[in-house]
């Protein structure tokens, strides 16, 4: 089954490539600053290995990942720009222009689209730890909500033994599918749980119900958690 994130990427790249580039994300992004020394790239979102930067430096950082192509060094430069509260329309912005550059490069914890509560979920997830190594993965879905007034963007909480990217495929194809992903499901929110993969099924299972309760509780649209 093709890999629903890729044929997303190449759809997005196709679209970005009829519209004019953007020169930059920002009006007032100043010249590139002397970088000190380098990040890990290799950290997890969850790290944030950029959290020392000022603004400046991350600006810079991007577009040196965007001229060498470097999607992983530019997802985390955007990444740490959303979890700081930039503003959506500049992160929409670094988004389309680092898919246009760099769509083969890009990590999938890095999402297609703005997702406003997305720091939120980031520090939920990280209230739950795993000890126990196991078959089982905790996994998201962005759903979509446009259509509704609690909208734009609900969330799936799901545990499976596949990887979250086979499982999503199941449910866009019907295979045990939730009607929720099936009908709504733009795709897989990869980074908020990345800790929480090849755990123990039963620890799997309780987190599967809590971190649903507490993204609820934090005032998500939640769907799953069962």
């Keep these: 089954m093709e890999h629903s994130r890729k044929a997303q990427a190449l759809r997005t790249a196709t679209f970005l490539r009829r ?3 953007r020169p930059t994300i920002i009006s007032d992004v100043p010249p590139q600053p002397e970088l000190s020394k380098h990040f890990d790239i290799t950290d997890s979102p969850a790290a944030r290995p950029l959290r020392s930067k000022t603004r400046p430096e991350i600006l810079a950082y991007l577009e040196r990942a965007l001229d060498e192509q470097n999607g992983l060094q530019g997802a985390h430069c955007v990444h740490e720009l959303w979890m700081r509260g930039e503003f959506p329309a500049r992160i ?16 999938e914890w890095l999402p297609m689209r703005y997702v406003d509560w997305l720091p939120t979920a980031y520090e939920v997830a990280t209230r739950f730890q795993a000890e126990r190594r196991g078959r089982s993965n905790l996994y998201l879905v962005l759903l979509d909500y446009q259509d509704r007034r609690d909208g734009p963007h609900g969330v799936y909480v799901g545990m499976t033994h596949y990887s979250p990217a086979q499982r999503f495929d199941q449910h866009k194809a019907g295979i045990r599918a939730a009607g929720s992903v099936l009908k709504r499901g733009l795709e897989v929110l990869t980074g908020p749980v990345l800790h929480l ?3 123990a099924r039963p620890l799997a299972a309780r987190i599967e119900i ?10 998500l649209l939640v769907q799953g958690g069962h």
């Design 19 to 21: 519209a004019p580039v």
């Design 92 to 107: 929409e912005t670094a988004l389309e222009r680092l898919w246009e550059r760099a769509a083969k490069t890009i990590p």
């Design 197 to 199: 993969q090849h755990i």
């Design 210 to 219: 809590e971190l649903a309760e507490d993204l609820r509780d934090a005032g």
